[in-house]
């Protein structure tokens, strides 16, 4: 089956939205930083805390999860400090 969409593995990290995990003070260091990335082609990358199996079973309506996707957590500052870097649609 084909999907609208598909994500590119090969696109790469383009640019940071918003400020750093350690800006933001949800870091000490560069091995446990949530972040959000524009990549090449547009496409963004957001790197958080995996939640999947914790959120599942609480889903709303109309709200899935394919096998191949994870449900991932960043602090809230953190798409509030994201939004100046991001278009209007």
């Known amino acids: 089956m084909n999907r609208p969409w598909e994500a590119d593995p090969s696109a790469l990290f383009a640019r940071r939205l918003g400020r750093t995990a350690q800006e933001l003070g949800h870091s000490q260091d560069d091995d446990d930083c949530p972040d959000i990335w524009q990549l090449d082609n547009g496409d ?8 999947t199996t914790a959120y599942s079973s609480q889903l709303p309506a109309g709200v899935s999860l394919a096998a191949d996707e994870r449900l991932v957590v960043i602090p809230g500052n953190m798409l509030s400090a994201a939004k100046r870097d991001i278009p209007d649609a």
């Open 44 to 51: 963004i990358a957001v790197i958080g805390r995996d939640l």
